[in-house]
Nanobody, 116 residues
């Protein structure tokens, strides 16, 4: 089992920044990669950014150049630094642990709100 706890969401004005954190615990050795997803009201959950154990990253086109995913292996924590936030970033952000031999783990979600 893997447990994920997100933090760092909140309300920020357009153009501002937020940093989300996701702390993993449990069977972390089963994790192949970590990712951030988001889901806005009425929309499907979408991938925002992903980072592998080797440090390779990929981003949704809509956030490239503004969001950065990183990890601190000593703390078993993944971060999502979000800069130049736009109102369309408003969503619940979820941390996900990609486990190739077990069911993926999801956090409870953290709300990010960018008023228009």
């Amino acid at each position: 089992q893997v447990q994920l706890v997100e933090s760092g969401g909140g309300l920020v004005q357009a153009g501002g920044s937020l940093r989300l954190s996701c702390a993993a615990s449990g069977n972390i050795f089963s994790i192949n990669a970590m990712a951030w997803y988001r889901q806005a009201p009425g929309n499907q959950r979408e991938l925002v950014a992903r980072i592998t154990n080797g440090g390779s990253t990929n981003y949704a086109d809509s956030v490239k150049g503004r969001f950065t995913i990183s990890r601190d292996n000593a703390k078993n924590t993944v971060y999502l630094q979000m800069n130049s936030l736009k109102p369309e970033a408003t969503a619940v952000y979820y941390c996900m642990a990609d486990r190739p031999y077990s069911r993926d783990a999801w956090g409870q979600g953290t709300q990010v709100t960018v008023p228009s």
